[in-house]
């Protein structure tokens, strides 16, 4: 809770993955992928109630077994890689209503901290904003982003020519999303124009997509828990 209204958080993990099978349950650094996102958002100090969205029986077993309440079974339509990845957060919504708040924690983000999930609600609150998505300083230019055109023929992503100096660029990470539940409901889409961001670095940005992401969450993993990452 936070400014005495409640939060709820959202944890989608359905059974299937294209590129990366049953990559939720995949072991990291000795404990499934899906493990590490819901102690992070144990840690939380904001955090009302945590639940798991997902059709998997597995997926929902052993998420119970690290305290992840699970209430409801998501519908197998909600779990396509066609179904829209706000669809399972607004069917949580209407199935867990009366939260003022509601936070996104993805499983492919084992390195996102207590305190990321805190700032990002925290920034929400402070600043007054409807919602907040956590970034990373983007790594390449844009300006330098090609396309290939007839006959292999680079095409310049952007026409116009890289400013100078370069403004500060941010992706979004994928680790934290918040919004207003209200607010959501009715713009199904945590980016507007009045969301705010949370930076995060790049070591904790690690959004795992396929199995050369993987490699580097267990590089990554290693180093935070040997203490060598900064």
Request: aromatic share 6%; charged share 20%.
């Amino acid at each position: 809770m936070i400014g005495g209204e409640t939060v709820l958080a959202i944890i989608p993990a359905r059974g299937g993955s294209r590129r990366l099978p049953r990559k939720n349950l995949r072991p990291l650094a000795g404990k499934p992928l899906i493990a590490w996102t819901i102690e992070a958002a144990q840690g939380s100090r904001y955090l009302d109630r945590i639940v798991l969205s997902s059709e998997d029986e597995e997926t929902m077993r052993v998420a119970r077994k690290f305290g992840c309440d699970v209430p409801f079974v998501r519908p197998a339509a909600l779990a396509t890689d066609e179904a829209a990845g706000i669809a399972p957060v607004l069917d949580a919504l209407e199935r867990l209503p009366g939260y003022a708040w509601v936070v996104l924690l993805q499983p492919t983000s084992p390195l996102r901290s207590a305190p990321d999930i805190d700032a990002c609600i925290d920034a929400c609150v402070q600043g007054r904003a409807p919602a907040c998505v956590s970034v990373a300083p983007g790594a390449k230019s844009p300006w330098w982003t090609y396309t290939l055109g007839a006959g292999g023929r680079l095409q310049p992503l952007l026409e116009a020519a890289e400013p100078a100096p370069r403004p500060p660029l941010y992706l979004l990470n994928g680790a934290v999303y918040v919004a207003r539940c209200e607010w959501l409901q009715r713009h199904k889409n945590f980016l507007g124009p009045d969301t705010v961001a949370h930076v995060m670095p790049a070591a904790r940005s690690v959004d795992i997509d396929d199995e050369l992401d993987f490699k580097f969450a267990q590089l990554l993993m290693h180093e935070r828990n040997h203490g060598t990452l900064q």
